[in-house]
């Protein structure tokens, strides 16, 4: 349970972060309500920065791996 | 030191540790939401009062921050029930 | 005299945002001195991030306050 | 607490815990460059997959990042050296 | 760790400790001046030396951000007092 | 050796800095790798991050020298 608790933070500050990207992205004029286009927007861009902590994530795992293997304190 | 305090002590000491915690974690957000909003909303330079615009901008930029926050969570956990029965 | 502690870090930080908010839109080319249409830019910009800030609070606990009447666990 | 561990029990802790921050360490790095790299690559409002060219430069973004410290690196490294020998 | 130091040594401890402190707040000051007065002063392409103005812009940056903080403090001290006696 | 902690710290601060800054402000567009023109520029931006940072900190310890005798709390 102790293992959790970085998992945990790892899970809120990827929604955190989430959260800010795509408000920045989707929510440009705050009105009295979200928007159905605001909404979708927001779905989208919810797959997307997802998808790209994925693409990130194996990227920087393979280089690391990579890194570690030829020359270890390079990194 | 804390073994100087008494029982009771201690508790008050803690809750009020507590309430003190809550209340930073509280200020914490609003100067975070002050920044991101100022910055969505003011765009120009500053004059002596809010536009209509900037104002109203403003007013709701807290509530559809939090809006954001709510439909995401609810997004995510829709697509994770929907992963576990599919 | 703890209680203040927080308080203090309170106006702190409302001061360093509002140095860094102004200066970023009222000096934008450094020059010998601040010249005085720098000057009212930033006493225009101190009146309204506080502005900002207390509209910001006044929204942020009273959503706060709906919240945990409907939904405890949801914020 | 500590000191209800035996030696063995204090040693798998320290160990589990040294894991624990290297991943930690490893996690927080992708969230900055996830940032970061979203903020170079998609310029754009978001739609329901990425273009190829947005795909492209979010592939090659960690590795440039990581090329660009090393390559940092080697020039401090470089004129560090010039300047003792010169 | 501490019981360990007689008196002198705890002192000479806590000085030096309180001196890098010190010094690690005047080093974090300045590097995020130099991040806020590179975004403000270097807006092109960096090239092999800083035009007149971009080293302009640089040398007054800190004063002038300096400048800013001190007149923002003045203002509200003048609006506190002005409350206080009005 | 507690000192050099401090100085290593300050250090990786300022390469982690130049490396954000340079690589916003050279790897416009990544691609499968860095170009010529992009090590370029990196070798420029290098040499001018130090070179703000040198002014930077001359022009503050300066400032903080004179306001330290002139008013001892003002800063």
Known sequence: QIKSETALMNAQELINKTNEKCFAKCVLKPSSSLTSSEQNCLTNCLGRYMEAFTIVSRAYTTRLAKEIRHEPSSL | ?86
């Open chain 2, 1 to 86: 030191m804390a073994d100087k305090f008494d029982e009771a002590s201690q508790k008050e000491l803690s809750k009020f540790l507590e309430n003190e915690q809550a209340q930073a974690r509280v200020q914490s957000t609003i100067h975070q939401l002050t920044s991101t909003c100022w910055d969505k909303c003011i765009t120009g330079t500053p004059a002596s009062s809010f536009s209509k615009s900037e104002r109203g901008c403003l007013e709701n930029c807290v509530d559809r921050f939090l809006d954001t926050s709510l439909f995401l969570i609810n997004k995510i956990q829709e697509q994770r029930d929907a992963s576990f029965s599919g």
